[in-house]
Nanobody
Framework: QVQLVESGGGLVQAGGSLRLSCVAS????????MGWFRQAPGKEREFVAQ????????SYADSVKGRSAISRDYAKSTVYLQMNSVKPADTAVYYC?????????????????WGQGTQVTVSS
């Protein structure tokens, strides 16, 4: 059974950086889409970034484009989300997700597997 475990969240000052990690287990992820989503209190779940495990192709939400990078490490079966120049608006619970659907992209409803989430709080 696929399991995703996030880590790396915490409190960070505005303008700072953070790196979230997602360790994937229980399957072979070749051909999978791996995504990061976030949800702030009272708001809908929001797409952040995604990467195709095999090709490494990426896409980003406009809100994080240019200051974020998603990557994966085959050997560690881990997906990373590096965020720079963070803002208070980045405060949310961040979730890692996976799907065999290469067309899932930003549609969270097409992702089959989810981690438990990690809280990121950006102070001003």
């Amino acid at each position: 059974q696929v399991q995703l475990v996030e880590s790396g969240g915490g409190l960070v000052q505005a303008g700072g950086s953070l790196r979230l990690s997602c360790v994937a287990s229980g399957g072979t992820f070749s051909g999978y889409t791996m995504g990061w989503f976030r949800q702030a209190p009272g708001k809908e779940r929001e797409f952040v970034a995604q990467i195709w495990w095999t090709s490494g192709r990426t896409s980003y939400a406009d809100s994080v484009k240019g200051r974020s990078a998603i990557s994966r490490d085959y050997a560690k079966s881990t997906v990373y989300l590096q965020m720079n120049s963070v803002k208070p608006a980045d405060t949310a619970v961040y979730y890692c997700a996976a799907t065999a659907n290469l067309l899932a992209a930003a549609n969270w409803q097409l992702y089959d597997y989810w981690g438990q989430g990690t809280q990121v709080t950006v102070s001003s």
